[in-house]
């Protein structure tokens, strides 16, 4: 699988959030708190959800299953004029992305195992300390194996303040 190397501009994002980890992965309790309520978002800029993990800057380098990080349900947004009640806000940076074109269910994570101890080590970038997120399009069914969404991973180049 080889990715599309990509510069993303900002983005504004609005939804809703949890800390977990991936011992206590709790995505189902997320995006059923955020699904019934997501047409309160007037002002979306698509219809793709987003799903969003901030982790912390040693999650990866130190990674043990218990190790907490933010995760996100949420759409774009054109502006933060009318963010429902109850729902939180959140500017994605720019920056520069592999974006990987996955098909497949989203409970199988050997895609991110490939991801990370496969193409990453071997490509010509490191892993970025910014937000990694999937784009749920009108194609992406949870579950499915003929799911199709797209994951964005944070990368530089290599020697680039290694």
Known sequence: MVPRIETTNEKKLVGKRLTMSFADYRIGELWRSFMPRRKE????????????????????????????????AT????????????????????????????EGSSADN????YLFRTWLPSSDYVLDNRPHFEVLGDQYKNNDPT???????????KNASD
């Not at 959800?49 to 990080?69: C, D, G, R, W």
């Open 110 to 113: 050997s895609i991110f195992q």
């Open 41 to 72: 978002i007037t002002n979306n800029l698509t219809g793709d959800l987003i799903s969003m993990a901030v982790y912390q800057p040693a999650h990866f380098a130190a990674f043990k299953p218990t190790n907490e990080f933010e995760k996100w």
């Open 147 to 157: 799911s199709k969404e797209a994951i964005w991973i944070p990368i530089r180049p």
């Open 75 to 102: 759409v774009e947004v054109a502006d933060f004029d009318n963010v429902p009640i109850g729902m939180e806000t959140f500017v994605l940076p720019s920056g520069l992305y592999a974006v990987f074109n996955y």
